[in-house]
């Protein structure tokens, strides 16, 4: 709650409110666990193992590199501490394996998150402030992933709920959730996020189809209801398609493919570089800022790549490509959940800088919190 009122995803510089979020957040793994992340044996998880190399790979390597290199130390924290949150699920899984009801709680807490960083982006982009002064990094709180999960999941709920028939506790659901995901299309659609809304109609579509197959005659309820709600709420969906195009049409991919190819120059020119990268805190000249020079990219893996080289690229995709394993478990248990956390996990990975915040550790740890939670309070 400190971080979805007071905190930035990117702040600029570490301050009272980083601090505070993050000694709680060291708390609550503990001493023990962060331990168990570096020296505990991992034999019969493949992601944990990838993972253990990985986070052991990153803190010495690239951080010894920008030693070296003398990058300056703020933004090489600012590096590091997002790189630390990919291992969120490392760090708490086994709290929530002790405890899975916990797991409920930092549901809530990831959706107030989305809700509070919507509304704080909404009432920045109309009336210039929100809940405290908001500096200009936070006209990024929209972009964040827990924003798009916290609307797909509120929906995918609420046509949950009407599939499950036509009663007044039902129906009341149904609206309540409705309502609060329009905040969150409301903060995307203000800053036309191409890709969020996109995930939006296809997360629909999707989750519609599941319950088409499903069961075809409550699936057809929902279909009509769907199209009377949105005859209520009245959207402008033509304009928006509009805008969006528009944007399409006068920035095109925002330079993504010129940024990798900047990216690829920046390493491959030397050996060192391309297998160990420049380091936490390297920077680069980026097209997709207008040639300024910036310490991040918008793909995760052109990111890795930059700062920890090819070695450090290998070992997140093994890394990755456990958690996305789990996450294909989590959608064959729950396609309403597991969707609904592929859809910005996946942006985040391709599109969006927002790899780098917390939000992105914490929906990180619902793939493998998920897994445990249903095991042990879903009948399958």
């Known amino acids: 709650m400190i971080y979805a009122v007071f905190g930035s995803p990117t702040p600029n510089n570490v301050g009272v409110i980083e601090l505070l979020v993050g000694g709680l957040l060291a708390l609550s793994i503990g001493a023990g666990r962060v331990r168990d992340v570096f020296m505990h044996r991992y034999k019969s998880r493949f992601w944990k193992s990838a993972g253990q190399l990985f986070i052991i790979y990153g803190l010495s390597v690239p951080l010894l590199i920008g030693v070296i290199s003398g990058n300056n130390l703020t933004v090489m924290l600012r590096d590091i501490i997002p790189f630390l949150f990919l291992f969120m699920p490392m760090f708490l899984l086994p709290l929530l394996r002790a405890r899975p009801y916990y797991f409920r709680s930092i549901l809530l807490a990831i959706l107030m998150v989305g809700l509070l960083f919507s509304l704080r982006s909404i009432m920045m982009r109309f009336y210039g402030r929100c809940f405290i002064d908001c ?31 036509l009663k007044f506790k039902n129906i009341a659901v149904f609206v ?24 939006l109609a296809f997360y629909i579509v999707l ?17 009509i209801i769907g199209v009377i709600t949105a005859l209520i709420i009245n959207i402008s969906f033509s304009s928006l398609f509009t805008s969006l195009l528009d944007k399409t049409q006068s920035v095109g991919l925002n330079m993504r493919p010129q940024e990798f190819f900047a990216v690829w120059d920046a390493v491959s020119a030397n050996p060192m570089t391309f ?33 920890t080289g090819l070695i450090g690229v290998m070992c997140c995709i093994a890394y990755i490509a456990g958690l996305l394993e789990r996450l294909s478990r989590v959608i ?21 800088a927002s790899f780098k915040s917390l ?19 879903m009948d399958e």
Not at 210 to 222: E, Q
Not at 332 to 352: E, H, S
Request: aromatic content about 14%.
């Open 332 to 352: 064959l248990k729950n396609p309403v959940f597991g969707m609904a956390l592929a859809a910005p996990i996946l942006i985040d990975l391709t599109l969006y």
């Open 275 to 307: 297998l160990f990268g420049i380091g936490w805190g390297g920077q680069f000249y980026s097209p997709a800022v207008g040639g300024l020079s910036v310490n991040f990219t918008h793909n995760f893996f052109s990111f890795l790549m930059l700062k």
């Open 359 to 377: 939000d992105f550790g914490l929906v990180l740890l619902l793939i493998s919190g998920s897994l445990v939670y249903f095991r042990d309070y």
């Open 176 to 199: 309540i959730l409705i309502a609060l995901s329009l905040i969150p299309i409301a903060a995307m659609a203000s800053t036309l996020q191409r890709a969020s809304l996109g995930a």
């Open 207 to 223: 989750i519609q189809g599941y319950f088409f197959y499903k069961s075809p005659r409550r699936a057809t309820i929902l279909l």
């Open 135 to 165: 500096p200009d990094e936070l006209l990024y709180l929209e972009n964040m992933p827990t924003v798009l999960f916290t609307c797909l999941l509120m929906i995918g709920a609420a046509m949950s709920f009407i599939m499950r028939g």
